[in-house]
């Protein structure tokens, strides 16, 4: 454990620059690279080009191009870029459309510093990250999907993947709002295994992260609910 990897490298975009400049510093203080920051959606994108990080830090709100069309972008041109979506709204409208254009993660501007170095930490290696309330919100909807009928009787395979009881229990946990450690307190299991129980039941949802599980919940309709 004790070999260091090099530092991710990331890059901080908000338009506000005392925010800005505590979140980079933040991440510095972590022994995180932050290579960039940006004011603004076009200046995130040339300076995303010049500098190319492994994690954007990314506020929705930005003057000259909005967020989304900023990940859109950047990803659409880089598909290895993971994005974490840092945003004060935590409205479902938001965080569908931010998923959809690439993001990897949201995370509500509430979120404590360890929280948000975490958050940073496992986007980088691709885990799907976000506030605990909102993944609830899309789990919540592939709960529902994956109990619908088969829209063609045996089209191509059995189309319920079936949870376990341990399963369904943390996913209501999850949908209810809980953290992943009140989750953890709650069933008396660790904070790693409801993160594992998290991550089987998107496995068996045959999503291999929440980008393709919000896509695919936004192809459905499901987000003009």
Same mark, same amino acid.
């Given at each position: 454990m004790s070999e260091q990897q090099d530092p991710i490298k990331v890059m901080v975009?908000?338009?506000?620059?005392m925010w800005r400049d505590a979140v980079a510093r933040d991440l510095a203080e972590a022994g995180l690279d932050v290579i960039a920051t940006a004011g603004d959606g076009d200046q995130?994108?040339?300076?995303?080009? =010049?500098? #190319? *990080?492994?994690?954007?830090?990314?506020?929705?709100?930005?003057?000259?191009k909005p967020g989304v069309q900023v990940c859109k972008?950047?990803?659409?041109?880089?598909?290895?870029?993971?994005?974490?979506v840092l945003s004060a709204s935590g409205e479902h409208a938001d965080v569908l459309e931010a998923v959809k254009s690439g993001a990897t993660g949201y995370l509500l501007k509430s979120a404590s510093t360890e929280e948000l170095i975490d958050a940073v930490r496992r986007t980088a290696v691709g885990d799907p990250v976000f506030t605990p309330g909102l993944a609830g919100l899309v789990l919540g909807e592939y709960r529902r999907l994956a109990s619908?009928? =088969?829209? #063609? *009787?045996?089209a191509d395979g059995p189309k319920a993947p079936q949870l376990t009881d341990r399963e369904?229990?943390?996913?209501?946990?999850?949908?209810?709002g809980?953290?992943?450690?009140?989750?953890?307190?709650?069933?008396?299991?660790s904070h790693r295994t409801v993160q594992n129980h998290v991550q089987n039941t998107l496995g068996k949802l045959q999503l291999h992260n929440r980008v393709e599980l919000v896509r695919y919940a936004i192809e459905r309709g499901l987000d003009d609910e």
């Open positions: 975009v908000d338009d506000h620059p995130a994108v040339r300076r995303a080009h =010049a500098t #190319a *990080p492994d994690v954007l830090v990314l506020d929705l709100n930005l003057p000259a972008e950047l990803v659409g041109a880089n598909p290895a870029l993971r994005v974490l619908e009928p =088969a829209p #063609a *009787p045996g369904t229990e943390v996913l209501r946990l999850v949908a209810k809980l953290s992943y450690k009140q989750i953890a307190e709650r069933l008396v299991i």
